[in-house]
Nanobody, 114 residues
Framework: VQLQAFGGGLVQAGESLRLSCEVSGTIFSANTIHWYRQAPGKQRELVANIAPFGNTNYVNSVKGRFTISRDNAKNTVCLQMNSLKPEDTGVYYC?????????WGQGTLVTVSS
């Protein structure tokens, strides 16, 4: 199972970014996909996830600004991030669980300047 995260970059506060996570080696449509982030000096936190049938969850700090979606035909999950804030800065990782094993993508850096 492999996950590859793309789309990070440097933006100013208020701007948008779209992250993508491409998943291979598993039955993608059967897996919940999670986006985590880790800010400098902080623990990794769950940002959002999307279940196989499209149910979504978000951490309170991103509700109304971030949208997670999935395309089962392309084995891809996207995280649309709008109205970005400096506190959204961090490395963003996608993750899934297959047969009790956790698999992580390599992370993509998001930097939001004020």
């Amino acid at each position: 199972v492999q996950l590859q995260a793309f789309g990070g970059g440097l933006v100013q506060a208020g701007e948008s970014l779209r992250l993508s996570c491409e998943v291979s080696g598993t039955i993608f449509s059967a897996n919940t996909i999670h986006w985590y982030r880790q800010a400098p000096g902080k623990q990794r936190e769950l940002v959002a996830n999307i279940a196989p049938f499209g149910n979504t969850n978000y951490v309170n700090s991103v509700k109304g600004r971030f949208t997670i979606s999935r395309d089962n035909a392309k084995n891809t999950v996207c995280l649309q991030m709008n109205s970005l804030k400096p506190e959204d800065t961090g490395v963003y990782y996608c993750r899934t669980n297959v047969n009790g094993n956790l698999y992580w993508g390599q992370g993509t850096l998001v930097t939001v300047s004020s």
